[in-house]
């Protein structure tokens, strides 16, 4: 099944965005982020494609859903797109990102990380594994350099990591909207669905009380891809089997999904 909206194979050459499953949940302590790719395309299929307060037709903005990335952690990855494509990827545990953002970085010369996440994911090691979605961020920071790191939506941290991150990285409120010069030069946007509430994304590994909406969520998500020059964006964290019986997680994304190539049209097609 292909994500709502999606042009068909045949015509996959006229896209313009594109989004790439990433079916991974090794390095999460609980495992079932690797069914949200398929989740989330199902939840999709229950959204209206046309976006009613943008008034815009999704189905006409060109987008083709490549499928599922299954070798995210060959060293020898080869993603074999056109990078001039923005891209969506839909995780997958949080640390998926870093492969990720190395290729982006080794490959394409992309250099700056913006990360929207309920924890900072910042501890050097977590039960035994430096590649744990718990380590990300530090791993990503440590490649790319502390200061090309902007953190947004932090409710959660050890002692640890707050001491050791406070004076490195970029660290902003939810209602701080980053401002262009901060979001100069290609970007890579790391959206961890935990940053919403529990109460509406309960479908996580480690929910945190005291979240945001998805109205500000979306806010945000919006401001940095029209500030800003995303190139590719990841969503990850969705654990449908952690999910309640309607599905809102999945739905929550899916619905993201679509802003982020809202967002992505309005910034390439609107004249400023
Ligand atoms: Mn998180």
Not at 161 to 181: A, C, G, S
Not at 206 to 215: M, N
Not at 240 to 251: A, M, W
Request: glycine share 6%; hydrophobic share 40%; net charge negative.
């Amino acid at each position: 099944m292909k994500f709502a909206g999606s042009l068909p194979l045949t015509d996959s050459e006229k896209a313009i965005y594109e989004i790439i499953g990433v079916p991974f949940d090794d390095n999460a302590t609980i495992r079932g982020a690797s069914k949200a790719p398929e989740m989330i395309r199902r939840a999709s299929q229950r959204l209206e494609t046309f976006l009613w307060h943008n008034k815009l037709e999704l189905s006409d903005l060109l987008y083709y859903d490549r499928g599922d990335l299954h070798d995210i952690t060959d060293p020898d990855l080869d993603l074999d797109f056109d990078a001039g494509k923005r891209k969506i990827f839909i995780g997958g545990d949080h640390s998926i990102s870093y492969p990720l953002f190395r290729y982006y970085f080794e490959r394409l010369g992309l250099t700056k990380v913006v990360v929207i996440d309920a924890h900072a994911d910042f501890r050097d090691v977590y039960v035994g594994n430096r590649f744990s979605n718990a380590c990300v961020m530090r791993r990503i920071a440590e490649l790319a350099g502390f200061e090309n790191v902007i953190e947004i939506g932090v409710r959660s941290a050890s002692w640890e990591e707050y001491e050791f991150m406070k004076k490195r990285v970029r660290i902003l409120d939810v209602d701080d909207m980053p401002e262009e010069q901060e979001l100069e030069g290609r970007l890579y946007l790391s959206i961890d669905i935990d940053v919403l509430d529990p109460g509406i994304a309960p479908g996580v590994e480690y929910p945190e009380p005291c979240g945001i909406s998805l109205e500000a969520l979306i806010r945000l998500v919006r401001t940095i891809i029209k500030r800003g020059d995303v190139v590719a964006c990841d969503i990850v964290e969705v654990n449908p089997e952690l999910d309640i019986k309607n599905g809102i997680t999945c739905l929550n994304a899916a619905r993201l999904v679509f802003e982020v190539l809202a967002s992505y049209w309005l910034k390439d097609h609107k004249s400023s």
